[in-house]
């Protein structure tokens, strides 16, 4: 008995090292295109970084990378969550967007910001910096309402 | 025995963390380069007309140019649902209706309309998808009814359509800023509201 557990977690370590060698996904990328959200309505340095710092993580082509996300399985869950995301909505090509399909996202990121929906809950669980105070939510409302 | 094997375990594991982070970390290094903040950007997307003056003019031409009876089948299926705060049932016709979204094909088209029509399809199949997904909340789903509806109309627009149709307004839907929703009866039903005010809103307009 003592042997089949032995065996049972040596075969299970081994998997784990050897996840350990499936190529991540890096979604990072040098230059910002002019297509990006912060480009296409002119938006002020401020909430650039209120923007960066709580959503591009997910909804741009440049994801800020933890520690604990070059650990698989960690990793690979993180690339699915980030391909999600991305194509629900992606800042980094918000200009390359139908007129039509910018306003749906206004609306939808209005309405994700107004009901504290976004960012999701689980994110800053383990981001606590990147939760949006009151006030950083009603300029960023403000401002959506500006460019609507 | 036991112990030597225990080492080795930890040796590994910890060498491939080790391996695998490093691995890693210069690809990112090689991506992070910051973006000199290019001042040059493109603000033609401020020039556009804005898409509020065309949503007013949307009247049929008469001449049809494809057939969108099932897909208004499935919206209204979808609306009778919503009508009675049936979300599941909402989710089911919505599924149906983005199948028929997806198959729809319009014909006799100028390339301006053909553009229009790929960009209203494009956007009702993601908003058919979010009322699918969203069988659990209710409220969710009635938002993306709001962006639906538009594409909808702007569709019934330009494809035209065999059937006589109702454009009905209801002032408080949509956080109280209005929405539409198009309707195959006279008489209001109203899917944003639901059970709560099935009455409220009135025919903005009559499409025939």
């Known amino acids: 008995m003592k042997r089949i557990l032995k065996r049972f977690l040596i075969v299970g370590l081994i998997a784990l090292v050897g996840i350990q060698f499936i190529p991540a996904d890096v979604n990072k990328h040098a230059v910002i295109p002019d297509a990006d959200f912060r480009y296409v309505y002119d938006v002020p340095d401020n909430l650039v970084n209120i923007l960066k710092n709580s959503c591009y993580d997910c909804h741009s082509n440049n994801t800020n990378y933890p520690w604990y996300s070059y650990i698989q399985p ?3 869950m993180m690339d699915h969550h980030v391909e999600e995301g991305k194509e629900e909505l992606n800042f980094s090509e918000f200009g390359n967007y ?6 749906n996202k206004l609306r939808s990121i ?7 929906k976004m960012p999701l809950p689980s994110y800053l669980w383990l981001h606590s910096e990147a ?5 950083q939510i009603d300029s960023i409302l403000s401002f959506l309402n500006e460019v609507k | 025995m036991k112990k030597i094997n225990l080492k080795l375990m930890i040796a590994l594991i910890g060498g491939s963390l ?5 691995g890693n970390n210069s690809n990112t290094e090689n991506g992070s380069h910051h973006h000199e903040e290019g001042m040059e950007h493109d603000h033609s997307n401020h020039e556009h007309g804005s898409i509020d003056e065309k949503r007013n003019v949307s009247t049929n031409t008469g001449e049809m140019k494809g057939d969108l009876s099932v897909v208004l089948r499935n919206y209204f299926a979808m609306n009778e649902n919503l009508v009675q705060d ?5 989710a089911d016709a919505s599924e149906k209706l983005m199948v028929s979204l997806k198959e729809f094909k319009a014909s006799g088209l100028s390339e301006e309309e053909q553009k229009e029509v790929n960009e209203i399809l494009e956007s009702a199949i993601e908003n058919a998808e979010h009322i699918s997904k969203n069988a659990g909340e209710i409220s969710h789903q009635r938002e993306h009814l709001v962006s639906l509806s538009t594409d909808v109309k702007d569709l019934i627009s330009i494809v035209g359509t065999s059937q006589k149709l109702y454009e009905d307004f209801c002032p408080m839907a949509n956080n109280n800023e209005g929405a539409i929703w198009i309707s195959s009866k006279e008489e209001i039903s109203n899917p944003y509201m639901g059970s ?9 307009r009559v499409i025939e």
């Open chain 1, 110 to 116: 209005t309405e994700q910001i107004e009901k504290g």
């Open chain 1, 74 to 76: 960690i990793r690979l």
């Open chain 2, 18 to 22: 080790i391996l695998a982070s490093c």
């Open chain 1, 98 to 103: 139908s007129e039509r399909r910018k306003r």
């Open chain 1, 131 to 135: 939760t949006i105070n009151q006030s």
């Open chain 2, 86 to 90: 049936e979300a599941s049932g909402a």
């Open chain 2, 196 to 204: 709560s005010m099935p009455k409220c809103g009135k025919v903005n």
